[in-house]
């Protein structure tokens, strides 16, 4: 799936990486828990979470992950979208809850990791 089709199924804006929206991702992820991303050691993972602080994007780079999705309406600081930017991270919000978001990737077809 890509970026471009995660946007437009859970109605997101995107923050950064614009011209990375054709971006294939092979899994998604939803945790609010970042020592659970840690472990992750698969690639081309979409991060759906709720934690808008530098946390995120510092454990998306350590993780090799280039794409977080901010849900319930969580929005990054300036500093965040900036360190994003530094890394290629792109970034997305919506509004709707993890669960929600969760669900209508997996539906249309983001398998889960695990």
């Known amino acids: ?3 471009e089709e995660v946007v437009k199924h ?3 804006t995107v923050l950064t990486g614009e011209v990375s929206l054709t971006r294939e991702v092979e899994y998604g ?3 609010d828990l970042m ?3 840690l472990t992750l050691l698969d690639d081309n993972i979409l991060l759906i979470t709720g934690l808008s602080n530098n946390q995120a994007v510092r454990t ?3 993780s090799d992950i280039h794409q977080i999705l901010f849900v319930r309406g ?3 600081d300036k500093g965040m979208i900036q360190m994003a ?3 290629g991270i792109t970034l997305i919000a919506t509004s709707y809850s993890m669960f929600r978001t969760s669900g209508i990737l997996y539906n249309a077809g983001l398998p889960y990791i695990y």
Do not use: Q
């Open 1 to 3: 799936m890509t970026l």
């Open 10 to 12: 859970v109605n997101g």
């Open 29 to 31: 992820f939803s945790s």
């Open 35 to 37: 020592s659970d991303v």
């Open 60 to 62: 998306a780079e350590m």
């Open 74 to 76: 969580k929005m990054p």
């Open 85 to 87: 930017k530094e890394h």
